[in-house]
T-cell receptor, first 112, second 114 residues
């Protein structure tokens, strides 16, 4: 069974600094995608970044990047130059057949 | 490019009643999934619809049912509401067979059962 673990229930970071959110997972698949979604207080789940498992290069989207360690089944999200608008719940997600398995989430607060 | 839309935004029902939630997928998408998100938790998969059929179902009772229409929009029905059904219900859409598994989410419907 696919499982996703996020060991940091809450984190905070000062504006303009860098923060890393952790995610570990378990899957029996050999090729798969991994995702980070952001859910601000407005509730809309927004795709932040995705990584294809067979690609060795870590994905990057502007201030967001991942550190993907396939052997360790680790998929962390790094947010650089944190902004107040980054305050949200962050969920790591792994496809499981036709749906997603989500981790429990990390609540990130960006402090002015 | 229209994103995923859901209606209504909020809903208040009493125990034992029935509710219908609606979702229109992102333009060009043909597959719709429904998730239940309890307060402070990650979303839990309810079921997915493609070609007007339920393709996969999570661990939810038969009180939860759905439908997909020829225009790819979808409904989630919940019968005999329980207090524990209070949650945010998220709809997500994707293109079947696109290869990336990426799902795009709507803003959700907040259901409160009293």
């Amino acid at each position: 069974a696919q499982t996703v673990t996020q060991s940091q229930p809450e984190m905070s970071v000062q504006e303009a600094e860098t923060v890393t959110l952790s995610c570990t997972y378990d899957t029996s698949e050999s090729n798969y995608y991994l995702f980070w979604y952001k859910q601000p207080p407005s509730r809309q789940m927004i795709l932040v970044i995705r990584q294809e498992a067979y690609k060795q290069q870590n994905a990057t989207e502007n201030r967001f990047s991942v550190n993907f360690q396939k052997a360790a089944k680790s998929f962390s999200l790094k947010i650089s130059d944190s902004q107040l608008g980054d305050t949200a719940m962050y969920f790591c997600a792994l496809p499981n057949g036709q749906n997603f398995v989500f981790g429990p989430g990390t609540r990130l607060s960006v402090l002015p | 490019d229209a994103g995923v839309t859901q209606s209504p935004t909020h809903l208040i029902k009493t125990r034992g009643q029935q509710v219908t939630l609606r979702c229109s997928p992102k333009s060009g998408h043909d597959t719709v999934s429904w998730y239940q998100q309890a307060l402070g938790q990650g979303p839990q998969f309810i079921f997915q619809y493609y070609e007007e059929e339920e393709r996969q179902r999570g661990n939810f009772p038969d009180r939860f049912s759905g439908h997909q229409f020829p225009n790819y929009s979808s409904e989630l029905n919940v019968n005999a509401l329980l207090l524990g059904d209070s949650a945010l219900y998220l709809c997500a859409s994707k293109i079947q067979g696109a290869g990336t598994d990426t799902q795009y989410f709507g803003p959700g419907t907040r259901l409160t059962v009293l």
